[in-house]
């Protein structure tokens, strides 16, 4: 009778298991169109916790940190993941990792398929070859994720060396002629100042207002967009930034890319303020009334975004 008893108590024991059991076996088993995503992208990844993780590690790569050799899981290891969100839709971020001249190829291929960029910046100091890492996000179904997504992957590691514009020689010549700077201002709408040889305009953005601690985050603390241009008439060179709110990273990116200007970095400067202000840091090489027309392009575009949404919206 007792061990009747025993048995049935281990009978009743493991059926209470199994339903768990059974639920953890089906939750592994990668969902169909998850599987299609992932051949159409060509990668090796896996299915765990309700996550596709798409591999995209560059083993192309040899990669000296600090006189370092070291392999690709030491952090070169780039990726793409997806998972179910509402609607039936999938939610995607992903983390690539770029050589400097991949960069910007890669961004504009992502944006051209509607997906986003998020953050460009590195991980790590005394690399070489210099090493940068791009932040993208996306939603809609699996399948049409994969097929925006891999116009980008399919650049990496086959975008040519810097071109002319892009070679980062150890030595240059500085220009030599004059910028017409009245010009410039014309373009761009605004007044700069010129220190030396550099002609630089900064705006602030007075459309909404950033306190930390009661104190106003004004242009003159660092709330502010600018661009510092130097060199000819033919042949300038200008480096920026742009303050910008989380809606409107997107259409700057489009504009500035869309008029040749290398974006170098997206990131924040503060912490623990509301609104969250984005920065966006660029550069460009050409004609100077090229280069103001690129950035009064970014400008034109967070007038746009202020005009169609307020913050807090």
Not at 137 to 149: C, Y
Not at 187 to 197: F, K, L, M, Q, S
């Amino acid at each position: 009778m007792q061990r009747r008893i025993k048995s049935i108590i281990l009978v009743s024991f493991a059926l209470l298991l199994a339903p768990s059991l059974w639920t953890r076996t089906r939750a592994e088993e990668m969902p169909g169109d998850y599987q299609e995503a992932l051949n159409l992208l060509g990668q090796q990844g896996d299915y765990k916790a309700g996550v596709l993780k798409v591999n995209v590690p560059r083993n192309d790569l040899q990669v000296i940190v600090a006189g370092v050799a070291t392999p690709t899981p030491f952090g070169f290891g780039g990726w793409v993941a997806m998972t179910k969100g509402d609607s039936r839709q999938d939610v995607m971020t992903g983390d690539l990792v770029l050589l400097q001249e991949e960069v910007n190829p890669v961004m504009s291929a992502l944006l051209e398929q509607g997906l986003d960029v998020t953050a460009l910046h590195n991980h790590f100091f005394w690399e070489e070859p210099r090493i940068f890492y791009m932040h993208i996000h996306g939603h809609g179904k699996a399948v049409e994720l994969a097929r925006k997504v891999k116009p980008a992957l399919v650049l990496i590691g086959h975008v040519a060396p810097g071109s002319a514009q892009t070679k980062n020689p150890r030595t240059g010549d500085a220009p030599q002629g004059t910028l017409d700077t009245a010009k410039i201002a014309a373009i761009v709408g605004h007044p700069g100042e010129r220190t030396g040889a550099v002609y630089k305009i900064t705006l602030g953005r007075d459309d909404f207002v950033l306190k930390e601690m009661g104190a106003t985050i004004n242009a003159r603390m660092g709330l502010n967009t600018w661009a510092a241009f130097y060199g000819t008439d033919e042949n300038a060179v200008v480096a920026g930034d742009v303050a910008m709110l989380e809606h409107e990273v997107t259409p700057v990116l489009k504009a500035l890319r869309k008029n040749g200007l290398e974006v170098v970095a997206i990131h924040h400067h503060m912490t623990g303020v509301r609104p969250t202000v984005i920065f966006l840091h660029y550069w460009g090489k050409g004609p100077g009334e090229k280069l103001a027309k690129g950035f009064k392009a970014a400008l034109a575009e967070l007038g746009k975004t202020r005009a169609a949404s307020k913050p807090g919206e």
